[in-house]
């Protein structure tokens, strides 16, 4: 009986180890990437679900092996926007509820960089200080698509999820 016992625990802890070497092993696969995501659509179940993307993205490469940017422009603007900021714009939807707000910051806590295209802030009439969250001067990029072009040719994957 006691070595049935033995035998089932050391079944436990090579199946956990087993475990933990195999996501050792993936993350190693994976090797560095730099990525860009690219967003310009105001669907907040999309955004959300693109967000999702990009934590399991991290889980999988690694915070450590793992430079990725998500660059927004045009209706993806709408995933920083207040919902009470709105009215003060052209864009039809403000998806920066609370939950959306930890999501971001949670990601922004790993290292994932949001950039926002300065035409799609003077086109849709959008105040980075007054109404998206957490946006500063330095998240401003003069062009949405012309970041990602730039990326791209600094060798970014390019993701739209």
């Known amino acids: 009986m006691i070595q049935h016992k033995s035998r089932s625990l050391l079944a436990v ?3 956990v180890a087993m475990l933990f070497v195999g996501n050792a092993i993936a993350n190693e696969g994976y090797g560095k990437q730099k990525v860009v995501y690219h967003i310009n659509y105001d669907n907040p179940k999309a955004q959300a ?4 993307n990009v934590q399991n993205h991290i889980n999988a490469v690694g915070q450590e092996s793992l430079e990725l940017r998500i660059v927004m422009h045009g209706k993806g603007l709408s ?5 009470d900021a709105v009215e003060n714009t052209k864009l039809k939807h403000g998806n920066a509820t609370d939950e959306m707000q930890a999501k971001i ?11 926002v295209c300065a035409n799609t802030l003077r086109g849709k009439k959008i105040s980075y200080e007054d109404d998206l969250y957490d946006v500063s001067k330095a998240d401003i990029v003069p062009s949405g698509v012309a970041e990602l072009a730039r990326l ?3 060798g970014y994957a390019y993701i739209k999820p």
């Open 13 to 15: 802890f090579l199946g």
């Open 152 to 154: 791209q040719a600094m």
């Open 79 to 83: 995933l920083l926007l207040e919902p």
């Open 49 to 52: 679900g693109a967000l999702r």
């Open 105 to 115: 910051s949670g990601l922004k806590a790993q290292g994932i960089v949001f950039q």
